[in-house]
């Protein structure tokens, strides 16, 4: 059962498609910035932001680390 209007709902987070496994994330500096971390894409192809739940999807067609 769904609220109209229910104001809990939260907004979906920032998705943003990379080109390599190995991304850094400041979270785009301003208010919203944090220090920056260095993060790798999984092997299910994306990788989220501990800090500011930015999700980060490795482009189709990219390669990820391979063996
Ligand atoms: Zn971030």
Same mark, same amino acid.
């Given at each position: 059962?769904?609220?109209?209007?229910?104001?809990? $709902?939260?907004?979906?987070?920032? #998705?943003?498609?990379?080109?390599? =496994? !190995?991304?850094?994330?400041?979270?785009? &500096?301003?208010?919203?910035?944090?220090?920056?971390?260095?993060?790798? $894409?999984?092997?299910?192809?994306? #990788?989220?932001?501990?800090?500011? =739940? !930015?999700?980060?999807?490795?482009?189709? &067609?990219?390669?990820?680390?391979?063996?």
């Amino acid at each position: 059962m769904s609220m109209p209007g229910n104001p809990n $709902v939260m907004p979906p987070p920032e #998705v943003v498609t990379v080109e390599t =496994d !190995r991304v850094a994330c400041d979270g785009g &500096g301003g208010a919203l910035g944090h220090p920056r971390v260095y993060l790798s $894409v999984g092997a299910n192809g994306q #990788v989220d932001c501990p800090y500011c =739940d !930015r999700r980060f999807v490795l482009k189709a &067609g990219a390669h990820a680390a391979a063996h």
